[in-house]
């Protein structure tokens, strides 16, 4: 593997990992983050209402990207 790979396979899992804590802190942040960050109206008004579904959700997400980053740095064999 040529160093242009293993940057871009880094620079991959950098920005899932980002982005799983990016959903980490929507879950945290509320109704008004997930209308932000484009989840719909619904989405905000199921997590103002106190429903799990939206931190469900998003939390699947969450370890969706983190599989990406761990396969990502996998394969630059930083892990």
Same mark, same amino acid.
């Given at each position: 593997?040529?160093?242009?790979?293993?940057?871009?396979?880094?620079?991959?899992?950098?920005?899932?990992? @980002?982005?799983?804590?990016?959903?980490?802190?929507?879950? $945290?942040?509320?109704?008004?983050?997930?209308?932000?960050?484009?989840?719909?109206?619904?989405?905000?008004? /199921?997590?103002?209402?106190?429903?799990?579904?939206?931190?469900?959700?998003?939390?699947?997400?969450? /370890? $969706?990207?983190? $599989?990406?980053? @761990?396969?990502?740095?996998?394969?630059?064999?930083?892990?």
């Amino acid at each position: 593997m040529n160093s242009n790979q293993h940057s871009i396979l880094i620079a991959g899992g950098a920005l899932s990992l @980002l982005a799983s804590l990016l959903h980490i802190a929507i879950i $945290v942040g509320g109704a008004k983050w997930y209308c932000f960050f484009g989840a719909g109206e619904e989405m905000a008004i /199921l997590s103002e209402n106190g429903s799990m579904i939206p931190g469900l959700v998003a939390f699947f997400i969450v /370890l $969706v990207l983190l $599989v990406w980053a @761990l396969y990502a740095f996998s394969g630059a064999r930083v892990i």
